[in-house]
Nanobody
């Protein structure tokens, strides 16, 4: 059974920082494109950051320079370092992994809440 488990969410003041982690079991992250998405009520889920060996690294425009996605393949873990947080960053953040090998394989974590408020 494949499982992605996020951690590291919480409540912070504007300008603060959080580091999200996503640990995978049942798959090897190095074979996948891994990503972080976020969603707030009433809005579409949006891609925050993505990284993969072939796909490279991409960021949502509004988080460029503030967020950093990284992957430790030895630990089978993906991170999202979030700095200079803003209230509009408040959302549930989801870990995602996908690959295509004849058919598409895609997995999601359960989500972790990030709240930025004063």
């Amino acid at each position: 059974q494949v499982q992605l488990v996020e951690s590291g969410g919480g409540s912070v003041r504007p300008g603060g920082s959080l580091r999200l982690s996503c640990v995978a079991s049942g798959i090897t992250f190095s074979m996948y494109t891994t990503a972080w998405y976020r969603q707030v009520p009433g809005k579409e889920r949006e891609l925050v950051a993505s990284t993969g060996f072939l796909s490279g690294t991409t960021y949502l425009e509004s988080v460029k320079g503030r967020f950093s996605i990284s992957r430790d393949n030895a630990k089978n873990t993906v991170y999202l370092e979030m700095n200079s947080l803003r209230p509009e960053d408040t959302a549930v953040y989801y870990c995602n992994a996908w690959m295509s090998l004849g058919r598409r394989y895609e997995y999601w974590g359960q989500g972790t809440q990030v709240t930025v408020s004063s």
